[in-house]
């Protein structure tokens, strides 16, 4: 069944090698933890699975659990993330690999599938995952080898191709989720969206194995999902279409972290920014901002372009798109592709597609007004650009390797969703201090005693919100 690789062009390994090593570069804290432990080995035969952006900076990630002696297989965790040469580079190194940009969703569920089978049907002890898809895989063909019948309410395109082969499963390798979940020792699960599946299988009581909710992290979700989405949400638009943002009127709908980083990628360049919001503290904290808080609705007459960014489907739907303005840019980057209503799109009255190029599609509604919406309504920055900047990733990446050694050295025994200790967070920041010249200041003991902490930290409270 396991085959060692597919990628796109192996003649690219050398410039995904090139790529990798200026990469480490901005990567101090990642390459800091390899270079502590890579002589023990602390994931010394350890099956090792992710999925996740197979991009430049995850090569480092993988690298990186590579030296710390993991056994590993990868795959992307989206369609059009995968930066070809990355790829290429990770199968040069003998690691399998599946991942191409621009996948066939029935390429991305076999990929997804064949990353967690190791060689003599084995599967994955630990796993990487972004937005929860190996997880899902394995609760759902668990779940179904229990009780075939779950896979008959499939109601998307996708989820009738999961279904599909959960089913060849079922008849191909017989009991095999059954033989291989148990052995799963956990998780770390990097986005939002796929924590959010995390505490509501646990909520369901149908959780199998422990999680590491590496989102929670502050070195994770206050920098990737902010600062990095700040530079490369930019980057994904102008990629895609040279537009000037200035003087434009934007629509970020959510204001949680990613919308923030949004938002000030927009107002950085001048833009008039406009956001939607559910909840009313985000919405006061983007008033109390200086941004207006309208609902779509109203935006739909004024905005010029349109970013989605709640991790919550149904946002802007086909009749949304059809009120907008002539050229009006629609994306998303939110982890999955039902923020925006591209089904809808396809099935509105008289509407025509025209590709301009790669991830970057023409609507024509029939009074002829269009709308451009890049990357199919999938994440922007990663289908359209190159996804975050090495130095904010090195944070988020230093998150999951110390969650792999945790999960390793079974700290997480009982199912359950983790976070790391505050002081392990504050270590991931000061190991990327030095790189920005930073000069911390020292507690006295004095000081120390004052305000109730250790001089070594950690210096917040669980619950301190930043
Ligand atoms: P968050 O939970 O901090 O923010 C989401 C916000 O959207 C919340 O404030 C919520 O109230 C709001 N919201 C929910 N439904 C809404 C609706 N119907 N209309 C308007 N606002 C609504 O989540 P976070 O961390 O900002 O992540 C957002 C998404 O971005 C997730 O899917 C996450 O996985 C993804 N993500 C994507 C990244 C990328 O590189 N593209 C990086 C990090 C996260």
Redesign the pocket.
């Known amino acids: 069944m396991s085959r060692p690789n597919f990628i796109k062009d192996m003649s690219l390994a050398p410039l995904g090698r090139r790529l990798i090593e200026a990469a480490e570069h901005e990567m101090p804290g990642l390459l800091a933890t390899r270079e502590k432990y890579a002589a023990s080995k602390p994931l010394a035969g350890i099956r090792v699975c992710g999925s996740l952006h197979m991009t430049v900076q995850t090569a480092v990630l993988i690298d990186t659990l590579k030296a710390l002696g993991a056994d590993i297989r990868w795959c992307s965790c989206n369609i059009f993330s995968t930066v070809d040469a990355a790829a290429a580079y990770i199968a040069a190194q003998g690691i399998p690999v599946f991942a191409y940009k621009g996948e066939t969703l029935e390429d991305y569920w076999n990929f997804t599938l064949e990353t967690i089978t190791f060689p003599g049907m084995k599967g994955p002890q630990q796993i990487v995952d972004d937005?929860g898809d190996v997880t899902l895989l394995l609760h759902k063909g668990f779940a179904a080898e229990n009780d075939p019948s779950i896979l008959d309410h499939a109601e998307s395109e996708e989820e009738r191709i999961l279904a599909a082969l959960v089913r060849r499963c079922l008849r191909e390798r017989p009991g095999w989720f059954h033989q291989v979940v148990p052995e799963v020792v956990g998780v770390s699960e990097e986005?939002?969206?796929g924590c959010n599946r995390l505490y509501s299988m646990m909520a369901e009581h149908r959780l199998l194995f422990p999680a590491v909710n590496v989102n929670q992290s502050v070195t994770k979700?206050k920098f990737?999902?902010l600062y990095?989405?700040r530079h490369?949400l930019l980057d994904g638009i102008v990629r895609a279409t040279d537009v000037m943002i200035a003087g434009k009127t934007c629509v970020v709908?959510?204001?949680?972290?990613?919308?923030k980083g949004c938002v000030a990628s927009l107002r950085g360049q001048g833009a008039r920014v406009i956001v939607?919001?559910?909840?009313p503290i985000?919405a006061l904290q983007a008033s109390m901002s200086g941004l207006e808080v309208r609902t779509l609705e109203e935006c739909l007459p004024l905005a010029d372009i349109y970013v989605t960014?709640?991790?919550?489907c149904d946002?802007i739907k086909a009749h949304h798109m059809s009120q907008m303005k002539d050229q009006a840019i629609v994306c998303n980057?939110?982890?999955?592709d039902n923020e925006i209503d591209v089904a809808g799109l396809h099935a509105f009255p008289g509407v025509r597609h025209e590709n301009i190029k790669p991830q970057v599609d023409k609507w024509i509604f029939p009074d002829n007004h269009c709308i451009i919406l890049l990357a199919e309504g999938r994440?922007v920055?990663?289908g359209c650009a190159m996804?975050?900047p090495s130095f904010v990733m090195s944070n988020s990446f230093t998150n999951q390797t110390l969650a792999q050694l945790a999960i390793a050295r079974r700290e997480y025994t009982k199912v359950g969703v983790y976070v790391l200790p505050k002081i392990l967070d504050e270590e991931v920041a000061r190991l990327h201090l030095g790189k920005l010249n930073v000069h911390l200041t020292t507690l006295s003991p004095k000081q120390a005693a004052y305000i109730g902490v250790k001089v070594e930290g950690p210096y917040k409270s669980d619950d301190y919100r930043y």
């Open positions: 937005g986005t939002t969206t979700s990737d999902n990095g989405t490369s709908c959510g204001f949680g972290d990613v919308g939607t919001e559910i909840d985000c960014a709640t991790g919550n946002i980057i939110g982890h999955f994440l920055n990663l996804g975050h």
